[in-house]
Every structure is written in structure tokens, then in C-alpha cells.
């Protein structure tokens, strides 16, 4: 069977949908509290690579951390952008769902259905 993984932040209606769909469906995911559990570099490259995403494709721009770290600063590189994840987990787009080689950020959860088994 396929690894199934939900990077899940109970806070949020859209990550709750999302859990809530796969409960529906009968499937079993891993999900990864990650505010609590923080994901290092190397994991959310990992991350990146399977959502075919840049760094700051997958960062909530509206977060308040987000102007505060003056992470609007265009020269920044990814790894200075996956660093300000690291440091502030908020900044990660949610939920993601991750599919074996795949991945997708669930706004809107229907980009979610197209990776389920």
C-alpha cells in the first residue's frame, strides 16, 4: 500500500475538511501535527519536490510572521525561504496531502481527490 500522509493543523477549517475526507473514504493517513512536530529542512524540500512547488509557492504570504521575517524580499534564496519554515511552521500552506511520490496542497480539496488510491 501507498504512504499516505496529511500535514494537518487542527485550527484550520480547509485541514480538518481534509482529515474529515479521508475518514469519510475509509482511509487510513499518517497525519502530521505540524506545529507541533516541525518539519526540518531536508523534510519539507522532500515535501517541495513531490508538490513540485518553489518555496514560496508553498508559503502563506498572509501570516503575519511572514512580513515580519521580510520574507516579500525577492533575493532570498529557497533554502533561506525552507529556513524561515523551519523556524516558523505557521508559514506552510495547509493541509498537504502526501501520496507515495506525490503531493498536493488542499486549497481546494478537491486537488486533494486527484491523489487518492
Sequence with gaps: MTDITLYHYSRCSKSRAALAMLEERGINATVVHYLDTPLNA?????????????????????????SEMNLDNPD???????DAMVQAPILIERPILAVGSRAAI???????????P
Design 42 to 66: 531536508q523534510q519539507l524540500s522532500k515535501l517541495l519536490e513531490k508538490l513540485g512547488l518553489s518555496a514560496r509557492q508553498m508559503m502563506r504570504q498572509g501570516e503575519a510572521v511572514y
Design 76 to 82: 532570498l534564496s529557497e533554502a533561506q525561504l525552507i
Design 106 to 116: 488542499g486549497r481546494p480539496i478537491d486537488n486533494l481527490i486527484e491523489l487518492l
